[in-house]
């Protein structure tokens, strides 16, 4: 066969194998969307809800959740291409925790420490509910 015949049938399939995909396209157009959710499972303390909206490239919402500790955690939030991820975070309400447990070992009784002791713990107020 002809070297140049073979040539031009390669580059023949080249070029028909490119100009027949059209290749990836960026959509850099603006998106939108409006998403919602809450929980609201009072039996396993699970209290919790979303909102967020996206307008072009810019992001807004809020979310609020309720602690163990019995304090509401709100978070509002925008994010977007110049001011990039800001968030304000707000706690409500007085932390309730108990003011002390003790939990040690008596060396006599062959608590977890053994003969030197047992492991303490101390949990005392937080300041999270501080005014």
């Known amino acids: 066969m002809n070297p140049v015949c073979v040539s031009f049938a390669l580059i023949a399939c080249i070029l028909a194998g490119v100009s027949?995909?059209?290749g990836y396209q960026d959509d850099d157009g603006p998106a939108y969307y409006n998403f919602n959710y809450a929980v609201n499972d009072y039996h396993t303390g699970d209290i919790k809800q979303q909102h967020e909206v996206r307008t072009g490239h810019v992001v807004k919402g809020s979310y609020s959740l309720a602690e163990p500790d019995g304090t509401h955690r709100i978070v509002e939030y925008e994010?977007?291409?110049?001011?990039?991820?800001?968030?304000?975070?707000?706690?409500l309400g007085?932390?309730?925790h108990p003011q002390n447990y003790h939990h040690g070992s008596d060396i006599?009784?062959?608590?977890?420490?053994?003969r030197y002791g047992g492991a303490e713990s101390h949990v005392g107020a937080t300041h999270w509910g501080a005014k």
């Open 79 to 91: 994010a977007g291409p110049h001011s990039g991820f800001n968030a304000v975070v707000k706690r």
């Open 108 to 114: 006599s009784s062959g608590g977890v420490g053994g």
């Open 20 to 22: 027949a995909y059209p």
């Open 94 to 96: 007085n932390a309730q």
